[in-house]
């Protein structure tokens, strides 16, 4: 293993987790003390739930890994000494070709087909990211529920969340309910559109949508999603200047190599360029739910939001890809450059995080949004 993939496995297991990164290694040396974690484990193998599970960018050396083209992989990092991250990690990658015999080397018959490791792995390789609501929504909905810890999520956050949901599903309240519905029934339509039981609730809708029971809890589940990264939307927007302006401004500390004086420039270009993009891509797909949603609930008009329902599951993929990403550098450059302190970083390690930006964005290059229907 070379120096700077040494280098970014340490910066790695050191942050927090972030919507690319599971970072399980770094919640129990954080959370030692914790004793649910013990009591409700994210994963049953030891080595497994003290591990790095990451989205990661297929390089174009590891395309022969797998039968069948991916641009986007779940990569499971297992430290080979996990008190010292500098000996290095063996890793694989969900879906690839000698997967089930390797993952038994590194882990045993924990993760063989139908165990229930190898379940939640399956589950979580279907999320676009890590976003801690979605990602605990999507294990508890099918039956895993590992301690809240894992997941990060404050009281605050899931207020925040839980009012700006409400704000959301006003106008369908009043379509179904009538003005005399108000804040209590829009706090019950939270709850049900919030709970793993949402896909047994909202009959009516079904019924007027005409959507199969598949189509429908897909869509609805997706929908919650769009919801979700809304608000992230919401809350990353006065973050994003910020840190892009720090981005732009940081200069390393001490002398530069040939390559970071060469890179480093570019680096910082490109990726303000692709933040400017996934941006750009994210409030587009928001606006085709915004516009299906007003087509249902102010035009009386359930076609629109219908085909939103159909698409939703394509659409939140890419909306989670593009969002995640962005989510990503904001949370660990905020680890990485705490407010009120200097931003002092060497020339190879500014080259490392830049690097590490620009794959988590590379898919912009190559991709397009996923298609999308007016309303």
Same mark, same amino acid.
């Given at each position: 293993?070379?120096?700077?993939?040494?280098?970014?496995?340490?910066?790695?297991?050191?942050?927090?987790?972030?919507?690319?990164?599971?970072?399980?290694?770094?919640?129990?040396?954080?959370?030692?003390?914790?004793?649910?974690?013990?009591?409700?484990?994210?994963?049953?193998?030891?080595?497994?739930?003290?591990?790095?599970?990451?989205?990661?960018?297929?390089?174009?050396?590891?395309?022969?890994?797998?039968?069948?083209?991916?641009?986007?992989?779940?990569?499971?990092?297992?430290?080979?000494?996990?008190?010292?991250?500098?000996?290095?990690?063996?890793?694989?990658?969900?879906?690839?070709?000698?997967?089930?015999?390797?993952?038994?080397?590194?882990?045993?018959?924990?993760?063989?087909?139908?165990? @229930?490791?190898? %379940?939640? $792995?399956? &589950?979580? +390789?279907?999320?676009?990211?890590?976003?801690? #609501?979605?990602? *605990?929504?999507? /294990?508890?909905?099918?039956?895993?529920?590992?301690?809240?810890?894992?997941?990060?999520?404050?009281?605050?956050?899931?207020?925040?969340?839980?009012?700006?949901?409400?704000?959301?599903?006003?106008?369908?309240?009043?379509?179904?309910?009538?003005?005399?519905?108000?804040?209590?029934?829009?706090?019950?339509?939270?709850?049900?559109?919030?709970?793993?039981?949402?896909?047994?609730?909202?009959? @009516?809708?079904? %019924?007027? $949508?005409? &959507?199969? +029971?598949?189509?429908?809890?897909?869509?609805? #589940?997706?929908? *919650?999603?769009? /919801?979700?990264?809304?608000?992230?939307?919401?809350?990353?927007?006065?973050?994003?200047?910020?840190?892009?302006?720090?981005?732009?401004?940081?200069?390393?500390?001490?002398?530069?190599?040939?390559?970071?004086?060469?890179?480093?420039?570019?680096?910082?270009?490109?990726?303000?360029?692709?933040?400017?993009?996934?941006?750009?891509?994210?409030?587009?797909?928001?606006?085709?739910?915004?516009?299906?949603?007003?087509?249902?609930?102010?035009?009386?008009?359930?076609?629109?939001?219908?085909?939103?329902?159909?698409?939703?599951?394509?659409?939140?993929?890419?909306?989670?890809?593009?969002?995640?990403?962005?989510?990503?550098?904001?949370?660990?450059?905020?680890?990485?450059?705490?407010?009120?302190?200097?931003?002092?970083?060497?020339?190879?390690?500014?080259?490392?995080?830049?690097?590490?930006?620009?794959?988590?964005?590379?898919?912009?290059?190559?991709?397009?949004?996923?298609?999308?229907?007016?309303?």
């Amino acid at each position: 293993m070379n120096d700077r993939t040494v280098r970014s496995l340490v910066a790695l297991e050191k942050s927090a987790s972030t919507a690319r990164v599971l970072n399980l290694v770094a919640t129990h040396r954080k959370l030692a003390q914790d004793d649910t974690l013990a009591e409700k484990p994210f994963f049953q193998n030891k080595l497994l739930n003290h591990g790095i599970i990451l989205k990661h960018r297929v390089r174009p050396h590891e395309r022969e890994l797998f039968s069948q083209p991916r641009a986007t992989v779940t990569k499971i990092m297992a430290p080979i000494d996990g008190a010292d991250l500098r000996y290095g990690a063996r890793f694989l990658m969900m879906g690839q070709r000698d997967f089930d015999q390797a993952a038994e080397q590194m882990f045993g018959h924990m993760l063989a087909p139908g165990q @229930p490791d190898r %379940e939640i $792995l399956d &589950l979580i +390789d279907e999320l676009p990211s890590f976003d801690p #609501f979605l990602l *605990r929504e999507h /294990l508890k909905r099918n039956g895993f529920e590992p301690a809240r810890a894992y997941f990060a999520i404050t009281d605050a956050d899931i207020l925040r969340m839980q009012a700006f949901v409400r704000e959301e599903v006003m106008a369908l309240v009043k379509l179904s309910s009538g003005e005399s519905g108000g804040t209590q029934a829009a706090s019950k339509l939270v709850e049900k559109l919030l709970s793993n039981t949402v896909d047994n609730s909202f009959g @009516p809708l079904k %019924e007027t $949508l005409r &959507l199969s +029971d598949k189509d429908y809890q897909d869509g609805v #589940f997706c929908w *919650r999603g769009f /919801l979700y990264y809304k608000w992230v939307l919401s809350e990353l927007t006065p973050l994003l200047g910020d840190v892009l302006v720090e981005l732009a401004r940081i200069h390393p500390r001490g002398p530069q190599t040939p390559d970071t004086a060469r890179y480093l420039p570019a680096g910082r270009a490109r990726i303000e360029g692709l933040v400017t993009k996934a941006m750009e891509g994210v409030n587009t797909m928001i606006t085709v739910y915004d516009k299906a949603y007003r087509s249902l609930t102010q035009d009386g008009q359930p076609v629109a939001f219908r085909d939103f329902l159909l698409s939703a599951p394509e659409m939140f993929m890419s909306l989670g890809e593009q969002t995640g990403a962005v989510q990503h550098i904001l949370s660990f450059w905020r680890y990485r450059f705490p407010l009120n302190r200097p931003a002092l970083a060497t020339p190879e390690e500014l080259m490392d995080i830049f690097l590490d930006f620009e794959d988590g964005l590379a898919f912009l290059n190559e991709t397009v949004a996923a298609p999308v229907k007016a309303a």
